[in-house]
């Protein structure tokens, strides 16, 4: 008798096939109202920089230029957006843009990081904005800034952020107090933060950080975002994000295992 949750070769491909087919035909239907974002990203001498990082801030939509410095974001919603461009060498800058039409087009020039300063992006307030408008004493370390001071795990930061200390009593825990508030029991006051996730015990010592897009110490009591555990201060991790291909081929394969179609084949 054969095994109904095995399906044959011939029939596998073929359920794949019409799985994605049908995947790309609903997100056409849903994206009606949606429209694309291109362009080309330039310096002050009119070279294309490629390898540039296109992000809409609190949206998954982000691309990279090309090697001509070009771009293409499809599938954006109508609305306002804040547009994030980055790349190394140049100051990072940020601008409002309205997504109203079927086609945009935006063409952007970068200044080199050493005549302008790059504009700082943070999560403090559960929400992307700029540094200069969070009303919180904050200090935030980028990518880059953690590869060039070697930050291996959040005691290391001592020594980039003012009033935060951290150090091992000697039982392997990570003790870290900001501005002197500390604590020696299991409640730890200073709380952080991985990707949005609360890191509750104080036993809890990250032996290495790795793949991080950004760090924020933010300094003070933080509990009406934070919740307990913040009195302190919270340290907020974020590490980069999966791409969309990625995101896309786990949608398909969701979609593949919720209606039932198991991945493995018969041997002919």
């Known amino acids: 008798m054969p095994n109904p949750f095995i399906i044959p070769k011939s029939n596998l491909m073929l359920r794949i096939l019409s799985f994605v087919f049908l995947f790309f035909i609903t997100s056409s239907a849903i994206g009606q109202n949606t429209s694309s974002l291109s362009g080309k990203i330039t310096n002050t001498g009119d070279e294309a920089i490629p390898r540039t990082t296109i992000h809409l801030l609190n949206t998954n939509f982000g691309t990279a230029t090309r090697s001509d410095g070009g771009y293409t974001i499809i599938g954006i919603s109508y609305g306002n957006y804040r547009l994030q461009v980055s790349a190394i060498g140049y100051a990072t800058i940020e601008r409002l843009?309205?997504?109203?039409?079927?086609?945009?087009?935006?063409?952007?020039?970068?200044?080199?990081?050493?005549?302008?300063?790059?504009?700082?992006?943070?999560?403090?307030?559960?929400?992307?904005?700029?540094?200069?408008k969070v009303p919180i004493s904050i200090t935030a370390i980028s990518s880059q800034k953690v590869l060039e001071y070697r930050i291996w795990n959040t005691k290391d930061i001592t020594a980039i952020a003012p009033n935060l200390y951290a150090a091992n009593p000697g039982d392997n825990r990570n003790i870290t107090s900001i501005r002197g508030i500390t604590s020696t029991s299991y409640?730890?006051?200073?709380?952080?933060y991985i990707d949005g996730v609360n890191q509750f015990s104080l036993d809890i010592y990250i032996a290495q950080l790795s793949d991080i897009k950004r760090i924020e110490v933010l300094r003070g009591p933080q509990g009406t975002l934070?919740?307990?555990?913040?009195?302190?201060?919270?340290?907020?991790?974020?590490?980069?994000?999966?791409?969309?291909?990625?995101?896309?081929?786990?949608?398909?394969l969701e979609a593949m295992v919720n209606n039932g179609i198991a991945l493995v084949s018969a041997h002919p």
């Not at 843009?97 to 999560?123: C, F, G, H, P, Y």
């Not at 009195?231 to 291909?245: A, D, K, S, Y």
Request: charged share 15%.
């Open 97 to 132: 843009i309205s997504i109203d039409q079927s086609n945009q087009e935006l063409n952007i020039t970068l200044i080199e990081s050493t005549i302008q300063l790059e504009a700082v992006v943070v999560t403090a307030q559960k929400t992307e904005e700029e540094i200069q």
């Open 187 to 192: 409640d730890p006051s200073v709380t952080t």
């Open 226 to 252: 934070y919740g307990r555990n913040a009195m302190g201060g919270v340290i907020n991790i974020i590490t980069n994000q999966p791409t969309r291909l990625l995101v896309l081929v786990k949608s398909i």
